[in-house]
């Protein structure tokens, strides 16, 4: 019988997933720095399938390398959903090569540090996620707010998975220190594979968010940023906004387009909805387009799936969530509740 181990399983797993992310959605910008996240994980994956099933031991001199540089892809690949062009300042990008740095020269001069560095690295990075994501889901401000909530999740998910790796790496030094390494093989087969196949699935799920770019002028600020945001007058121009050009509509909509169209800083806008709303900016647009749902379930004209496309929604679980969350039911029970028994088509 042929013996396939199952890190070359997952190898062919993530292969697939990484076609499948090239192959999605060719009008939204690649996320480039998810995609060398999900190569970094397949090549890294069957590295230990070949080192662990068949013994070419040799290739333990490239794992450390992959795994160096895999948390700052993924931070990378976070800060693309985050901030406008993050990559074009090289003095943004050198302090992220340090890991690989250390790990290159803990292997020449001094491997007992090995470990240490990359256990530090991956809790270093996940701490650094968890901050950039620590204003919720309007920190994503070039994420389709239609899906900016799957997107968050996402990227919490692999900062945990990132932990995770780190807890994984301290049991595997742990047994080789104190049990001679006789759980080596199970803790990288079953645990780093694991984390692989994990973080490769939030970076693809994360990869979707950002919507296309909007090539407008960024706003522009004629005086210094004040301390306290005029809500009130910001609100009003937000709604003005939204009920004349029914800007909600647009799909792609997220935090940075909005604040392109109103002349406002995002943080402004988004600290303006949350102090006097309550709600982050996704929620409060999505009560835009569940509003106008509403108004056209109604009206009984159009099928659900019509009716979601035109309020500015993508899919049917995100419609049906929000629209949960805003009127307490389902599309079918509103229209039910409302005394208006038309079928419609799903």
């Known amino acids: 019988m042929i013996f396939i181990p199952l890190p070359f399983v997952v190898a062919l797993l993530l292969v697939l997933l990484f076609l499948s992310v090239v192959q999605r959605n060719n009008e939204h910008p690649t996320n480039f720095a998810f995609l060398a996240l999900i190569a970094l994980a397949a090549m890294q994956s069957a590295l230990i399938g070949l080192r662990f099933g068949y013994g070419v031991e040799w290739l333990r001199f490239l794992s450390p390398l992959i795994a160096s540089v895999m948390a700052p892809v993924v931070y990378f690949g976070s800060l693309h959903l985050a901030k406008p062009r993050p990559y074009a300042k090289t003095l943004t990008v050198a302090p992220h090569g340090i890991p690989l740095v250390l790990v290159s020269l803990s292997m020449l001069a001094w491997p007992l540090a090995l470990d240490v560095i990359i256990i530090g690295t991956f809790i270093a990075y996940a701490v650094l996620l968890l901050l950039l994501l620590r204003s919720g889901e309007d920190s994503l401000r070039l994420v389709a707010l239609e899906g900016v909530g799957t997107v968050h999740r996402a990227l919490v998910f692999a900062a945990l998975v990132l932990l995770f790796s780190a807890a994984i790496d301290t049991l595997i030094t742990f047994d080789i220190a104190f049990m001679d390494a006789r759980h080596v093989p199970q803790l990288v087969s079953v645990g780093n594979v694991a984390t692989l196949l994990f973080l490769s699935i939030a970076g693809a799920v994360a990869s979707r968010g950002r919507a296309p770019e909007d090539h407008a002028p960024p706003p522009v600020r004629t005086q210094p940023e004040p301390e306290a945001p005029d809500d009130p007058v910001i609100m009003n121009k937000i709604e003005e906004l939204m009920t004349k050009t029914r800007i909600y509509r647009d799909a792609d909509l997220n935090l940075d387009r909005l604040a392109r169209r109103l002349i406002t800083p995002a943080r402004q806008i988004s600290g303006a909805i949350n102090r006097t709303t309550g709600k982050n900016v996704s929620q409060y647009v999505n009560d835009f ?20 496309f035109d309020a500015g929604f993508q899919t049917k679980s995100n419609f049906n969530r929000e629209f949960r969350r805003v009127t307490g039911m389902t599309p079918l029970e509103w229209r039910k509740a409302k005394g208006l028994q038309q079928e419609f088509e799903a």
């Not at 387009?289 to 159009?302: N, P, W």
């Open 289 to 308: 387009r569940i509003s106008e749902a509403c108004e056209q379930l109604r009206s009984g004209t159009k099928s659900v799936t019509e009716i979601m």
